[in-house]
């Protein structure tokens, strides 16, 4: 049994990184089979459904693995504005890292998903639990409408990022973290 979790696994960490730099329309079934090294039949083993099931499980992952570090970030800064400065230098390596190809694991996926339901539902639910727990660390420091403010620094970070990649420079990301700084400082 292992082994079937490993490959399922294996199988959604490529589908992951495939769709992060090449989005939805961009990356094939094959791709994936042959970045993952993976034995042909066991793709559509573990996804009956096809590429749809398997972008939205993709998507989901990503989602709750983002997640998690943007907590952990709230949590370990004293403040908000440090924290988004670690994300949006987090952010930035990650970019520069991979040389502009990886973008945003769910913001790639969500722009060319189009008419695939399921997948822009993952997207969907991945930005609102990352805004909830945006939401909620701004709100434990008193900031006043954490809900909205939490809806500004997500947009501004999707936006930031689609506009580094494009341009080939991390300079949108420290812009996000410089300019709304301010918001952050409280009431």
């Known amino acids: 049994m292992a082994r079937r979790t490993d490959t399922r696994d294996r199988t959604l960490r490529t589908a992951v990184d495939l769709f992060r730099a090449r989005g939805y329309h961009g990356t ?9 090294r993976l034995p042909k039949g066991s793709l559509y083993f573990h996804f009956p459904e096809g590429k749809e099931q398997l972008a ?28 988004l400065a670690v994300i949006t230098e987090t952010l930035a390596a990650e970019l520069t890292d991979s040389d502009f190809q990886r973008g945003c694991p769910i913001g790639t996926v969500a722009h060319d998903a189009g008419g695939a339901d399921r997948v822009r539902q993952a997207c969907a639910d991945a930005f609102t639990s990352w805004h909830g727990v945006i939401s909620t660390h701004l709100r434990e420091y008193g900031l006043a409408e954490p809900d909205a ?39």
Request: aromatic share 2%; proline share 5%.
């Open 28 to 36: 094939g079934m094959n791709q994936v089979i042959s970045e993952g």
């Open 56 to 83: 939205a499980e993709a998507v989901e992952l990503a989602a709750a693995e983002v997640c998690g570090w943007v907590d952990l970030a709230f949590s370990q800064t004293p403040d908000p504005a440090t924290a």
């Open 149 to 187: 403010l939490a809806t500004a620094i997500l947009a501004a970070i999707e936006g930031a990022q689609l506009v580094a990649r494009s341009q080939r420079d991390i300079a949108p990301l420290r812009a996000v973290a410089t300019m709304l700084s301010p918001l952050l400082k409280g009431n």
